[in-house]
Each structure stands twice: as C-alpha cells, then as structure tokens.
C-alpha cells in the first residue's frame, strides 16, 4: 500500500476568502508548502483560525486553492479530484456527519457503497470495521443512542471506509472527554502501523506530540516551522509557569522583586486573589522558582504547562510575527 | 400587562427573523386565486366573496395551530421553558402576549387575498358593512386566539398528539366552513361544525359582505366570543397544569 | 474501470436512510389516522367546491384533480426532507466521496413515492364512488400505474428544486409550499389547463402533473380503457420525458452546487 512518493505535497498554496462588499479578501492560507512523505503521521498545530481547515478542506477537494500546487498521491486536488477523492478518508471532530437515525451498520454500508464496495465485499469490509471500532456489539443499534464517544469512533470507521491511503483528521478530539481521547490516539497509532499517511490538525501541544512524526505550525495562513515532536516537549518544559497562591498581602513585592532575579524568569506579576504568577523560559528556570517559593514560607505552589497561545507568544513573538487572537 | 407586552414584542421579532414559519402568508394569494379559478370557471362569479374570504380564514387557523400551537412545545425544545417560568413573569401573560401578535400578523392574510384577487383576476370584492365586518373579524381574532391557547397546552401536554398537529388544518376548514357554507354539507355535519367558532366567523362575515342587513349579528358575535373566552379558560387552566407539572415532576409531558 | 451500477447501489443505500426517517416522523399509527385522514380530508375539502358551484360534474372534476394531486404533493415534500441532509453535516463528506450527488439525494427522500401513492389509490378507489368515480378492474390498473409515472416523474422536477433549497435551507418550506400551491393552480387540478391564457399554458406544459393527470381524466372519462390507450400512452410518454429532462437539470445543478461551492468554500466542515 506504500506509495512511492510522497502522500502529500503542496507548493505556494494561497486561498482568499472575499470579504464582504468591496472589502479585500482575507487569506486563510498565503504562501503554504508541505511535504508529507507516505506512511508519516503530521501534525498541522495552530490555535483556531489560523487556517488549517482551509489545508484540510482543500487536500479534501472540497474547497479550490486560489493559487498554487497540491496534490495527494500524486494526483492534483483541481483537476484529478476522482483519483485524489479514492485514496483519502476524511475525519473530523464533533457529533456531525453521521447519519442518526439510521443504525452503525447502515451507516458504514452507505459510506461503503459511497467508496464504490459491493456485494460481499461491502459486507466483510463493514463487519471488519464495526469490530475494528469495537462496536460489533452495538451495530444494529440507531446512532442517536450512542455517546460522543462511541459517535467518534463510528466517524473514524466512516472516514476509514474506503480504505484510505491518506486520512485527513480535522481537530477529530474536539469534544472529547480525556478517556476517548488517549482511546484516539491509540487508533491513530494502528493507521501509522497500516502504513497510512495521516495530517492531524489539532490546537492541543500534548496531542500533537504524542502522536505525530513531525508537527508543523501554522499561524495566519502561513507556515512558521516543522519540526519534531521532542522541540514540542521542549518548549513544553521551557516555557512552564509557576503560580503561588495564598501570598500574605504584604509580602506580594518584596517576593516580585526577589523572583525576577532569578535567571530565566520571564515575567513575575501579582494575580487575584493573593497570588503570584512567575512565567519562565529557561528550561530549569521552574524549579529554581519552585525552590524559592518554599523557602520563602509560601506553600500553595502550582505549575501548568503553557498552552499553545503562550508558546505561540514566546516562539513567534520573538521572531515578530502577529500572533493570533 | 408587561408580562402580555413582552410577550407580543418578542413574538414580533421572532416572527421577523422566521419567515419562513410563516408560510401561510406566503401562499394565501396563491389559494385566492385557485378558489377564484374555480368560481370563474364554473360560470359563478357571484361567490367571489366566498373565494376572497376562504384563504384568509385558512390563514388564520392554520397560522395559528402551527405557530402559536407551538409556542410552548418550541420553548420546551430549546430549553428556555424552565428559564421562563423562572422569570418573574406571568406565563399566562406572556404566552397571550406571543399568541396575540401571532394572530393579528396573521390577519394580513385577509389584505392579501383581496389585494390578490384585484391584482391578477381584476375582482374587486366590496365590504357593504365595514364596520361590522372589521368588528367580526376582530372577534374571530380573539376566538383564534384563545383556540390557539387550548393547542399550545395540549401540544406540550401530550406529545403524542403533536403527530396530529397537521392533521388539524383541512378538517376544520371543512367545519368551519371556510368556503362551503355548512348549510350545504350533509345535515349530520352541522352540530359538530357548531362547536366550531370558524362556521360561525364564516356564515358572519359572508353575510357582512353581501348588501342585505346582516341578521342577528349581536347573537351571533356572542357565540364566536363564547366559544373564543371558552377556550381561552381551558387554555389557561392546562397551561397552570402544564407548569405545575414542570414543576413537581421536571417534565411536562404525559405521553 | 467506471463502475457504472455504483450510482443505482447509492441510491439503494440512501434510500433506506430515507425509509428510516420516514418512521422517524410517522409511526403506522400516526401515518395512517394523522396523515391519510388529514390528506383524504384534504381531497374532499376542495371536491366540495362542486356544491358550491352546484354541478355535479364540478364535484367530480374536482375531486379526481385533487386526489391525483397528492401523490405530486407528497413528491414535492422531498424538497423538505432532503434538507435533512444537509443538518446531518455530510455534505463535505459526500463532496469528498468518489460517487456523485445526484443519487444520494435522488435516493434521499424516497419514501414519497409509494406514500404517495398509496394515499392518492386510498382516496380514488375508496371515496371515488361517493364522488361519481365508478371503477373497473382495468381501469383501476391503469390509473394505478398512472399514480405510480406521476410520482416518480414529479419527485425528479422536486430534485430540482431541492437542489436549490440545499442553497436555501430558510427557504425549504417556502419553495416546497409555493410550488405546490401553483401546481394546484395551473396543472389541471382545479380548471383545466385551457382556461388560462397561453403563457400560463405553457408553464404548464412543464409540469409533469399536468401530463399525468391528463392521462388519468382520460381513463377515467372514457367506458373503457382499450379506446383511450394511445391517449394514456401518450401523456404518460409526455409525463416521463418531462420528468427525465428535470431528472437531468437537478443532476447537473447538484453538481454546479458542488463545483461552486469548492470555489466559494461554502462547503464546511461539521457544517
């Protein structure tokens, strides 16, 4: 099933969306180029709006690039779209996109006969997937009764139908409870061991990097770097924050003054109610602070790792780049 | 009375946003001229006030079973009847407030069917008795209005009998004689088709746009308005059932 | 290798999602007293017009144009029910699926036809002979399989107009309603076609209503069916052409919806 060239590629792609009256087009994506070798899972990490839907949309031939090159397997998304429409299966988070009143098993068999299967074939391939999902039990059974999770695996086997050598997943653990979510994963894995060539969209670092070979950043339609996923936990690790709670009043700015000295201190700044939040960016800056706060008599201490804005703020920041709302 | 006005100004935005519900409207003049149609093709132009009239009581029953009817059900739907009954005002006043606004919107009907009838088939159809035409066509109003109450309630309070919302448009345009009078319908017909206000709304305003005096109209305005009262208490009373329930059980429905 | 059956297997399967919405919204219970109760209601509402106008033949003319009139009433509410694909979300699922539009959503409110036509055959055959409808075994057949062409060519000019509302969810209860209410005007339901003037006329000719119950009044106008079958054959020939050529411009808009709604990215994810 390996393809010998790469799944994905796409050169200087450009998509303008007009804006309304005479008002200029925004573009959701400027300049884009990705490479995406067969077999590899790639991550497209983004706070929302920064355009990875338009990617996704348009690897799914359902939104034309106004400018630019992009082809999956080989085929361009414009013009071969039968050939590129074979060969992906697409995913995408939330509850829509299946059929409620109808059963699993009904559903898969229509996606099924969508994807051109038939007869016995048809059969297999549906029964093969309802176990696949461990839904074997509930098959006969109308969607509407099923619980998100349970929907969202029934999405992944819709998406995975037609056998796909590439999947597309939009942000598919929106709404997801943690649990389902470490299950997602999982699956994720078992299409990489097929040999499927996977692009992940998703806002979430710690999903990006448990899952992906490499995970490349996108901001205002425009590609900023990919990069391995160690770098994620890396920034993860160097960019952490540190609050205190149940700071005396009093002793709020001698404390302020004292962390900042501390080297790979960010910012310190006094948070409501009686706190104090210390951002760092250096990798063992944390536990100096952490350190420092003890010893100080102060003992509701707690870190939390940033969350995509705040890696977003460091990393592009410091390079000048408008980041995004 | 601000829980009635807040009701009626509400009702009117909605109503602005949801055309679409409001589909009566739309075909009314579509319906003037098919019932006109059929007068002028069998050679009897004289019933043209019969064919003018028609569509605008289809309206006005139809408007008022599909979108009053599903005041309190839609509420129940997208969550706000608990929100609602919470607020310190009267459920009762607002719910008259919305139907109220429903129901004098749908009174438009009666415009377009004589605008409709002029316009296309140049039948100008006179109102020898304006004034008590006007006075009979507000009391049907406020007959439909409380009829409209009755279906709310119901439609919530027994889900089931939703299924049979629709069901409720063309047998009552036959009793109530929106445009076959029911003097002309088999004899068995009319003590059912009485307790039907539309049969009376529909003999009234017939009478009112022919020449001749209309008879017994105070009596005859009185049963519309009894029937109308009638059912607005019975509305009432299974809508106070309706929020007790909520209340008691955090369900309103029986079946 | 086109697999040129695929299209005929997706309108199978889209048909049982439309079978399964079916007894979603009606049980057997609530389809035959709340829907075929109000729907033979209807019927003799308009039939008793004829009173009205004090002809029995009016009676008749009228009841027959009304009851045919169902079975085009009941196709054209596809234009609703294939809204309801669009509130699944799939849209961009079915664009991105190597198979065409068309039969998904030809298969997608199918569950008309034969409600269409059971309801029609309950109201001709059952109330017929109060409203001076006598009926052969031949002649029954005949208007019978008459129903069944009107259904079918009448479901294919609602494609069209799904196509459109698909563009304009808003507008489905607008459209579905208007095109019915001018259907009920100018196809021979209420007049014949002839009393309008020549322009309406030939709207009219583009309904494939008015064919088909033109071939049904011929059937059940004439003493026997053998005299009137080229007639019948003949408006129902007209009927099915009529019905192909909306077939065919409901299938390229499907299409045109999908290519311009690529240009526009009017497509959207989890829509």
């Known amino acids: ?325 | 009375m601000t829980a009635l006005r807040t009701g009626l100004q509400f009702e009117v935005r909605v109503l602005r946003r949801s055309f679409g519900e409001l589909i009566a409207l739309v075909t009314a003049p579509l319906m003037t001229l098919v019932f006109l149609a059929v007068i002028r093709h069998g050679g009897r132009e004289d019933l043209a006030p019969y064919a003018v009239l028609a569509p605008a009581l289809i309206v006005l029953w139809g408007v008022a079973l599909i979108v009053s009817g599903e005041i309190i059900a839609q509420d129940r739907e997208n969550e706000s009847l608990e929100a609602i009954v919470a607020s310190p005002a009267s459920f009762a006043g607002v719910l008259t407030g919305r139907i109220t606004a429903v129901t004098l919107v749908s009174l438009a009907g009666f415009a377009e069917s004589w605008l409709a009838a002029f316009l296309v088939f140049r039948v100008a159809v006179p109102i020898p008795h304006p004034g008590q035409f006007i006075l009979i066509v507000l009391v049907t109003a406020l007959a439909t209005a409380g009829t409209a109450c009755v279906m709310s309630a119901v439609f919530v309070l027994a889900r089931s009998a939703r299924a049979f919302q629709n069901s409720l448009t063309y047998p009552f345009y036959v009793l109530g004689g929106v445009m076959v009078p029911i003097a002309l319908l088999p004899d068995w017909l009319e003590p059912i088709s009485r307790m039907v206000f539309l049969s009376w709304s529909s003999d009234l305003l017939r009478d009112a746009l022919s020449p001749a005096p209309v008879p017994d109209l105070a009596s005859r305005l009185a049963v519309i308005l009894a029937l109308g009262v009638t059912a607005y208490v019975l509305g009432l009373a299974l809508v106070r059932r309706t929020i007790d329930r909520l209340r008691r059980t955090g369900s309103v429905t029986y079946a | 290798m086109h697999d040129l059956v695929r299209p005929l297997r997706v309108l199978r399967f889209s048909a049982g999602n439309a079978w399964a919405d079916m007894w979603v919204i009606f049980s057997p219970l609530t389809w035959i007293v709340g829907w075929v109760s109000r729907v033979l209601v209807q019927v003799v509402f308009f039939a008793l017009i004829g009173l009205l106008l004090g002809s029995d033949d009016a009676v008749r003319y009228l009841f027959i144009g009304n009851a045919v009139m169902i079975t085009a009433m009941e196709a054209t509410m596809s234009v609703t029910t294939t809204t309801w694909e669009r509130r699944q979300g799939t849209m961009p699922l079915l664009v991105a699926a190597p198979t065409r539009l068309w039969p998904v959503f030809m298969g997608r409110s199918v569950q008309w036809l034969p409600t269409g036509v059971i309801t029609a055959s309950v109201a001709l055959f059952a109330l017929g002979p109060a409203f001076g409808v006598d009926w052969t075994p031949a002649r029954a057949l005949t208007v019978l399989a008459c129903l069944a062409v009107v259904a079918v060519a009448t479901y294919c000019f609602a494609l069209l107009l799904s196509a459109i509302v698909l563009t304009a969810v808003d507008l489905h209860n607008v459209i579905s309603n208007v095109a019915q209410a001018i259907t009920m005007l100018i196809a021979g339901v209420m007049v014949p076609v002839s009393f309008w003037p020549g322009w309406v006329q030939a709207i009219a000719q583009a309904l494939p209503l008015t064919h088909g119950l033109a071939a049904i009044r011929a059937v059940t106008d004439a003493q026997a069916v053998g005299p009137v079958a080229g007639e019948v054959i003949a408006g129902l020939s007209l009927t099915i052409g009529v019905g192909a050529l909306w077939l065919l411009a409901a299938a390229l808009l499907f299409e045109g919806l999908a290519a311009a709604g690529r240009r526009t990215g009017s497509i959207e994810f989890a829509d």
């Open chain 1, 1 to 325: 099933m390996r393809m010998a060239e790469d799944a994905v590629e796409v050169r200087r792609l450009r998509r303008v969306f007009r804006g309304r009256r005479k008002s200029p087009g925004v573009a959701a994506l400027d300049s884009v180029d990705l490479v995406i070798p067969a077999g590899e899972v790639h991550g497209l990490l983004g706070p929302n709006g920064a355009g990875k839907t338009t990617l996704c949309k348009i690897l799914a031939t359902v939104l034309l690039p106004t400018s630019g090159h992009a082809s999956v397997g080989g085929h361009d998304v414009v013009r071969e779209t039968a050939a590129v429409r074979r060969i992906i299966g697409i995913v995408f988070g939330g509850e829509r996109g299946l059929y409620t009143r109808l059963t699993a098993r009904q559903n898969l068999e229509f996606w099924a006969a969508m994807y051109g299967l038939r007869g016995r074939t048809l059969r297999l391939r549906v029964d093969a997937m309802l176990s696949q999902i461990g839904l074997t039990e509930r098959a006969d059974d109308r969607v509407e009764g099923f619980s998100r999770g349970m929907k969202q695996r029934l999405h992944l086997a819709r998406g995975l139908i037609g056998d796909p050598q590439v999947v597309l997943l939009d942000e598919p653990t929106t709404g997801m409870d943690p649990v389902a979510a470490r299950e997602f994963r999982t699956l994720v894995g078992e299409l990489r061991d097929d040999g499927r060539t996977v692009l992940l969209t998703t806002h979430d670092m710690a999903e990006a990097e448990a899952v992906c070979d490499r995970v490349t950043l996108i901001d205002n339609g425009r590609l900023l770097a990919t990069e391995r996923p160690a770098a994620l936990s890396s920034w993860i690790s160097t960019y952490s924050r540190v609050d205190a709670r149940d700071v005396p009043a009093e002793r709020v700015p001698q404390l302020i003054c004292e962390l900042r000295d501390i080297p790979g201190v960010a910012g310190v700044r006094a948070i409501q109610p009686s706190g104090i939040r210390v951002e760092t960016d250096v990798a063992d800056a944390a536990p100096q602070v952490i350190r420092h706060l003890l010893d100080s008599g102060i003992n509701s201490v707690a870190t939390s790792t940033p969350d995509l804005e705040e890696v977003y703020l460091h990393i592009i920041g410091e390079r000048g780049l408008r980041v995004s709302r």
